[in-house]
């Protein structure tokens, strides 16, 4: 089984500075993706970004971007020039390509507050 | 608003009823997942559906059952509610196989 582990409950960043969040898994598969969901205050659950492990360029998305290394199993999403709507609960998931199921696994979350 | 459709929003019922849970996936998606988001088990995958027909099983307790239609609707059948069941329930759709899923909004279940 795969397990993704989010090592930072909580954190905390001024508006317009940058925040980075940690994400570490294991597996021994080598054909995954991994994704960031935001959800925000509302509970909805939204996509931020994905990264295909194949590919070595990083995934980017507007102010979203990862550091994705393969062989030391760390995912992180670092966001730029935070604003106050990128106030949520951050999770980092896993979805293995060659299972029959293509669940995602989801660490705890981080939450991230925006300060004004 | 991600095109996943999710009824009711809220629902509140007591011990050892019977709910139904319904989800509309975005058009075209042919995969519907369903999630279950509680405090103490964070996220949790409990049954995944392809084109009408069951491809996966997580952490879904006997009691609860789940169905997707022709027209690829899906529903989440939770009987014998227990208070912990109360939690808030995703599903998921994706276009097919391995491809990135979009969340409804969920529904919130408070059992009393």
């Known amino acids: 089984a795969q397990t993704v582990t989010q090592s930072q409950p909580e954190m905390s960043v001024q508006e317009a500075e940058t925040v980075t969040l940690s994400c570490t898994y294991d597996?021994?598969?080598?054909?995954?993706?991994l994704f960031w969901y935001k959800q925000p205050p509302s509970r909805q659950m939204i996509l931020v970004i994905r990264q295909e492990a194949y590919k070595q360029q990083n995934a980017t998305e507007n102010r979203f971007s990862v550091n994705f290394q393969k062989a030391a199993k760390s995912f992180s999403l670092k966001i730029s020039d935070s604003q106050l709507g990128d106030t949520a609960m951050y999770f980092c998931?896993?979805?293995?390509?060659?299972?029959?199921?293509?669940?995602?696994?989801f660490g705890a979350g981080t939450t991230v507050t925006v300060r004004a | 608003d991600s095109g996943v459709t999710q009824t009711p929003k809220h629902l509140i019922t007591a011990t050892g009823q019977r709910v139904t849970l319904r989800c509309s996936p975005r058009s075209g998606d042919l995969s519907v997942y369903w999630y279950q988001q509680s405090l103490d088990q964070g996220l949790q995958f409990l049954i995944q559906?392809?084109?009408?027909?069951?491809?996966a099983k997580g952490n879904i307790l006997e009691r609860f059952s789940a169905q997707q239609f022709p027209d690829l609707h899906s529903e989440l059948n939770l009987s014998s509610l227990e208070l912990g069941d109360s939690a808030l329930y995703f599903c998921?759709?994706?276009?097919?196989?391995?491809?990135?899923?979009?969340f409804g909004p969920g529904t919130r279940l408070l059992v009393l």
């Open positions: 597996t021994s598969e080598s054909n995954y993706y």
């Open positions: 559906y392809y084109n009408g027909e069951e491809r």
């Open positions: 998921a759709s994706s276009r097919g196989w391995g491809e990135t899923q979009y």
């Open positions: 998931a896993f979805m293995l390509f060659s299972s029959n199921d293509y669940k995602l696994s």
